[in-house]
C-alpha cells in the first residue's frame, strides 16, 4: 500500500553532466557506424559538395588570416590565423550523430592510415584548436560540432584516397553526451506516515484488529521504496531502497531520487 505526499517546486530540479565516451573503430566497424569518406573537386560531378563545404566553413577567410563577413563559419578557434584554407580539391570524413554527440571532443581525435603492402603507416591528429596535423604540417580542419573531418592538403588527400579502407583505418575520438538528472528531495516529517499501509498487519477475518507485534509503542513501519506521479496521479518511477529503512518518529528523514533522463 502506499502513502503520499505532495512535493514543492523547491523540491525538484535539474542537473547535468556530459559523458565522454571514446571510440576506437577500424575494419568492418566503420561502415557499420556509418563512417564515410568521398573526395570533392571543385566544378565536377559532385561540385555541389564541394559548394556547400565552401560557404560553410571556408567561404569568407581571406588568405587564410581574417574573416570578410558575417556568415557563422564554425570556427573551432578565435585564432584564425592558418585555420582555414582550401583549394580546388578535398577529402571529407563524416561521422554519424549519435557517435559525438553534441560534438567531437577537441584534441581526442586522431586516424591511422595503414598500406597494406608493408608496415608503412600515415597518423593523422587533432591538435585541440580544429586543425587535422600530420608530421606537424597543417593538413586541414576538423568542424567538431558536426563531426566532419575536412582534409584539404594535396598530398594527404592522395593518401586517404590511396589508403583508406574497411580494412585498413583506424579511427579515434571522444564523443561528448550530455545526460540530464531530475532530482526530487523527498521530506518526511516525524509525525508523518508513522502507520504502515500493509494490509497484512491486519488480524485474517478480524474487524481490523492489529497483529500483536504492531501494538507495541516500539512498533515503526518501514520504507521499502519512493515512487513519483504526475499531476493525473500516474506513476512514472520508482525507487527501490536497498535494504528496507524504518521511519523514525523522532527525527525528518529526507530522501534523495535521482532520475537520468
Do not use: C
Request: charged share 20%; net charge negative; glycine share 8%.
Amino acid at each position: 500500500m502506499s502513502a503520499f505526499k505532495k512535493l514543492n517546486r523547491q523540491d525538484v530540479f535539474v542537473t547535468a553532466y556530459t559523458a565522454r565516451k571514446q571510440f576506437i573503430v577500424s575494419g568492418s566497424e566503420l561502415s557499420s557506424n556509418d563512417i564515410r569518406g568521398l573526395s570533392i573537386v571543385s566544378r565536377s560531378t559532385n561540385g555541389s559538395y564541394y559548394s556547400s563545404l565552401n560557404h560553410l566553413y571556408y567561404k569568407d577567410i581571406v588568405s587564410g588570416s581574417y574573416l570578410s563577413g558575417s556568415l557563422e563559419h564554425y570556427l573551432q578557434s578565435s585564432l584564425y590565423s592558418g585555420s582555414r584554407e582550401l583549394g580546388t580539391t578535398a577529402y571529407i570524413i563524416s561521422l554519424e550523430n549519435r557517435t559525438f554527440g553534441t560534438h567531437i571532443e577537441p584534441g581526442t581525435f586522431e586516424i591511422d592510415l595503414v598500406d597494406s603492402s608493408g608496415p608503412k603507416v600515415y597518423y593523422y591528429t587533432d591538435d585541440s584548436e580544429g586543425r587535422l596535423i600530420s608530421g606537424g604540417l597543417y593538413v586541414g580542419d576538423i568542424i567538431y560540432l558536426h563531426g566532419l573531418v575536412v582534409v584539404t592538403d594535396a598530398s594527404s588527400i592522395s593518401d586517404f584516397e590511396s589508403y583508406i579502407s574497411d580494412n585498413f583505418t583506424r579511427i579515434r575520438w571522444k564523443s561528448n553526451h550530455p545526460i540530464y538528472i531530475g532530482n526530487y528531495t523527498v521530506k518526511v516529517r516525524d509525525y508523518e506516515f508513522n502507520q504502515t499501509q500493509n494490509p497484512s498487519i491486519i488480524v485474517s477475518g478480524s474487524d481490523g484488529l492489529l497483529q500483536g507485534f504492531a501494538t507495541g509503542s516500539d512498533f515503526n513501519p518501514y520504507i521499502t521504496g519512493i515512487g513519483l506521479y504526475n499531476d493525473s496521479n500516474e506513476l512514472i518511477a520508482v525507487a527501490k531502497l536497498g535494504t528496507p529503512i524504518p521511519k523514525s518518529p523522532d527525527t525528518d528523514m529526507t530522501f534523495v531520487i535521482k532520475l537520468d533522463y
